[in-house]
């Protein structure tokens, strides 16, 4: 049931459902790859003294970009829910399947 909800090319999904998943989608690779740069960025500045002090600030960039991460699939699941689509967070949480199905 998650792996339908999850495919992109599922043809059971809305135009619009399919363009808020994509863009979410989208907005989360980019996060987790700006987190993945400052920390590969500040580790790399901490191997000298003068440069320790920016590579702090740079793991403190990457912990908030990783902070981000859960905030834009809960903003997903806001806007799913502000458009109706109570079956998908449904689906999604296991609720419609049967209790022994449950995750």
């Not at 989608?25 to 002090?53: P, Q, R």
């Not at 990783?66 to 905030?71: C, G, I, N, T, V």
């Amino acid at each position: 049931m998650l792996s339908r909800l999850l495919n992109y090319h599922d043809p059971g999904q809305t135009e619009r459902r399919k363009r808020i998943y994509a863009a979410y989608e989208l907005w989360y690779t980019v996060v987790d790859v700006g987190a993945a740069i400052c920390f590969l960025a500040g580790s790399l500045l901490f191997l000298s003294e003068e440069t320790k002090a920016f590579g702090t600030y740079l793991f403190i960039a990457g912990s908030v970009l990783f902070l981000m991460k859960p905030a834009i699939r809960l903003l997903r699941e806001v806007r799913y829910a502000a458009n109706g689509e109570i079956d998908t967070l449904a689906h999604r949480s296991g609720w419609n399947e049967p209790r022994s199905e449950r995750s």
